[in-house]
C-alpha cells in the first residue's frame, strides 16, 4: 500500500513517515498543499493522510478538487482546528475520516487500516496461488497449512505478486508500489526481497512459485514442483 502525507509541520511529517513505513507502507511525503495535489493527481495513492492548514492550498481545497476531479483515494484530514463546523467542512469536501491533533498515532494506524478495508471490501479478498495463501487484511501467509513468517517489506513485495497472481509485474512496478518516491538505493533490491521470498515460502515446501521472467520481472504462479 502506498500513502501520500500532506503536512507542513515538518517533524511530525517525519515522525509519521517512519512509523508508517515500519508498518510496511510506502509513504511520500510533501509539505505544501499544491505539490500535495500536483502528486495526488499524478501518482497512485492507496490512501492520502492530508492536513488542513498548507501553505499555498488548504487541505479543504486540496481535497474538494481532487473529488470535482473523480479521483477516489480516501482522504484522512489532519488538524489542529476543533470544532463541528470544522470537521463537517471537511467531510463535506469529501474526506473520508477526520482526525484532531494532538492525536494518538495508535489511533491513526487504526483509522487508516479500516480506512483500506473499507475502500477494498467486497474487492480485496484472500490472494491464493496454490496453496499459497495471502491475507491483506491480516497480513499473514501461509503455505498450506503453515503459516510462514514475512517482515513487513517482504509481505509488500509478496502481495504485490500476489494481486496480479499469474501476471509479469515488473521491477519499476514492484518498486513504485512497495518503496517511496525518494528511494534512491540500488534497485535490484527488488532482487534481494525477492529470493529472500522463494527462500521462505518455496524452498522449504519443494515448490517453485515465484518465476522469473527475463527482462520483464517475475510472476507469481500455482504451484511448481
Not at 176 to 185: C, L, N, P, R
Request: net charge negative.
Amino acid at each position: 500500500m502506498r500513502l501520500l502525507i500532506v503536512e507542513d509541520e515538518k517533524r511530525l511529517a517525519h515522525t509519521l513517515s517512519k512509523g508508517l513505513s515500519a508498518e510496511g507502507f510506502a509513504v511520500d511525503v510533501v509539505h505544501d498543499g499544491v505539490t500535495g495535489l500536483h502528486h495526488a493527481t499524478s501518482t497512485d495513492y492507496d490512501l492520502i493522510v492530508l492536513d488542513i492548514m498548507l501553505p499555498g492550498m488548504n487541505g479543504y481545497r486540496v481535497c474538494s478538487t481532487l473529488r470535482a476531479a473523480g479521483h477516489e483515494t480516501p482522504v484522512l484530514m489532519l488538524t489542529a482546528k476543533d470544532g463541528e463546523y470544522d470537521e463537517a467542512e471537511g467531510l463535506d469536501t469529501g474526506a473520508d475520516d477526520y482526525l484532531r491533533k494532538p492525536f494518538s498515532y495508535v489511533v491513526l494506524v487504526a483509522r487508516i487500516n479500516a480506512l483500506l478495508r473499507r475502500r477494498t471490501r467486497g474487492g480485496a479478498r484472500i490472494l491464493r496461488a496454490g496453496d499459497l495463501v495471502v491475507d491483506p487484511a491480516t497480513h499473514t501467509c501461509r503455505r498450506g497449512e503453515h503459516a510462514v513468517t514475512l517482515t513487513a517489506k517482504e509481505f509488500a513485495v509478496l502481495e504485490q505478486l500476489a494481486v496480479r497472481a499469474g501476471e509479469v509485474v515488473s521491477k519499476a512496478d514492484i518498486l513504485s508500489h512497495v518503496w517511496d518516491f525518494a528511494y534512491d538505493g540500488d534497485p535490484n533490491i527488488v532482487e534481494v526481497y525477492i529470493s529472500t521470498l522463494r527462500r521462505k515460502i518455496d524452498a522449504p515446501f519443494g515448490r517453485r512459485s515465484i518465476l522469473t521472467v527475463r527482462g520483464a520481472g517475475y510472476r507469481l504462479a500455482s504451484d511448481c514442483g
